[in-house]
């Protein structure tokens, strides 16, 4: 692998519309490899949409996204990825460590039945999240923190490069949080690259090395110290593009489809 | 208004049963368990493959929430049926299969068009979709009736359901479609289980999510018109829910649910297809949905874990044992008001304790006595009551009890208030509750916290592991 030149993402003018309201507007973005990046940016900004996009699960209206060099369909195999937690049935009938397995699937392949050594990885990864203990109870009975370090095992069994997680640290206590936290850079210092959407600002610059501030278009990205700014975040955050989303949805024809855009 | 629909048909029962009334129940019963005629054969390998494919294909409908899925699909087939039919000239089952998959898809299709497009929500698509492609199926199929070939056809067995008319044809595309489902719940069960628990996640490993889904339709849609003509439209849905429903009561992993599932529907409907040969003028479908009722109210009431009657019997058992316990702790409080000078207390003194009349403390005590926590005898002293009273007195066993109950109680009071921070007059009615499940281990981690307290926050002494072994408090 050489990383000068395929870096583990790029993203080229990539706009995303839900039921033709625009919710990313050329998107162009470049994440550099081993690097723990934030997206933050106000509800309704496009962050999940922007991960789910990448991920191929929401169709684009124009743009490219390259991941490792690649088209992104082919690179899938590299990519880990941590939904929210309420995109999920809890009360399925799956235990701990199924889920977990689950994050070997994709090297298990169609057809054949997950093996020893994953389940020695499953265990491996359950341990670093210190949810071991829990292997056998049915993922529905654990606290929201705990299941967030379930999806975060599974993402870990993985063993992919590039990790795209969506809000995981929603829902957690500040000692399981710091513990995610602990887990995230010690995945970076591995060379891995992690893109992480976070909701809060005021932990933002402690937690990231670099930060991408978004609010249906980009408005920075970059290392921390350059891009957690009074006036950047006020442009992300306050009011002056209020306009811009005024008539971006005019434009659409389409009054109230905020439920659609930012729940789904 | 049903009937007005039945009238419609010229059969003589809906639901004929399969044998001949003529035998004894006797004969009936060793003509069925011995399978030496061809119609049971056929009709209890029909019933069996029915109630293993739905079985199995309603275990991976309920655990996804569809569950609705299949009764909409049941009634969705209908005018497929009726289309094979009319293009076939004949009852031929696989015409039969593919219009009705047809009639299947395109209502699924027509559901998730409705969700999209619209601001329906899915129970009302469902609904939609149900009733008016079952009012189109009805008009289709009161038609052939009226037509010439359509006669005697038995068209109208595929809604009320009819055990008898099973061909050799009928079985094959029912072990078709039995082996395609048994063949995606063993060779697909790992892509099922990630996109039925998490369709995202299993988007982006790659794994072709919608083409799962169109898959689990198909095969639920094989099952569903297979079952068609054995139970009709109404009940296939109830082949699907209750064995499912009733695996889950059971067990909640992936793998176990699929297998009770199917062997419970197997279950059912070979019971309900003996039940039906035994008795006469029983029709089979409406009979093996009531044996699948029945297992189902069976799990629900006497599963040994999971049961009603279980759970209501351990709850009983711990009311009883707190109540038991509240008592050995009032004889307690009772002798330590008197410093334990003596080493009995009377019933009344104990009523009073416990605020109960007369007649309710005898009932406890009886009950300590039953359980040997305590013995009765009268009172020897010199008292000037008549008639003495009866005095209380604690064996070893119930001493170590009322002890271990009260310094549970004062020890946590002395945890709320000097690790958790409560005040002092806060802690009593936690503490009740408390004491009676602190386990020792548990126990023994708060004295370790607290450094062996001797005194709780009201100046009481907890009772120590000492003062248990010795019998007496000093």
Redesign the interface.
Known sequence: MNPSDSKPLEIHDLTVAYQRKPVLYGVDLEVSEGTLTGIIGPNGAGKSTLI?TI???VPSNGGWVKIFGKSAKKS??R???V?QRE???WD????VL??VL?GR??H?G??K??GKKDRIIAGECLEKVNMLPFADR??GKLSGGQQQRVFLA?ALA?ESDLYLMDEPLVGVDAVTEKAIIELLRELKNQGKTLLVVHHDLSTAKAYFDQLILLNMRLIASGEVEKTFTRDLLQKTYGGRLTIFTEVADQSAGVREYEKETESS | MAWAILSLFTFPLHGEQISAPSDSLLERGYRFLTLSDESVRMVLLGTVLMGLSCGIMGSLIV???LSLFGDTLSHAVLPGVAVGFLWSHSKDSWAILAGATLAGFLGVALISLLKKTSRIRQDSALGLVLSGFYALGICMLTRIQKMEFGNQSGIDKYLFGQVVGLSSTDLWTMAFSFLLILALSI?????M??A???S??A?????PVDFLQYLLWLLLAFAVITSLQIVGVVLVSALLVIPAATA?LI????RP?LIWSGLLGCMAAATGAFVSFLGSQLPTGPIIVLVSASFFLSVLFFHHRNGLLFKWFSSRNRNHRIALENTLKAVYQELESIDFQKESVSVGQLAKRRRASMPQAHREVSALVEKQYATLHADQSDSPASPKPVLISLTPKGWGTACRIVRNHRLWELYLTNEARYAADHVHDDAEKIEHVLGEETVRRIERILSNPRKDPHGKLIPSQRDIDRGFIS
């Open positions: 789910k991920m191929g699960m899938y195999a990519v880990g990825y939904p995109s999920v049935d399925f009938p799956v235990s199924d889920v689950m699937y994709g298990v169609w057809l039945r997950v049915q993922i599974r993985q | 655990t996804r929430r060779f697909l069960y790992k892509e289980l990630v039925g628990f998490d995202e996640y988007r982006s490993i790659g794994l889950t067990t909640d992993r992936m649910i």
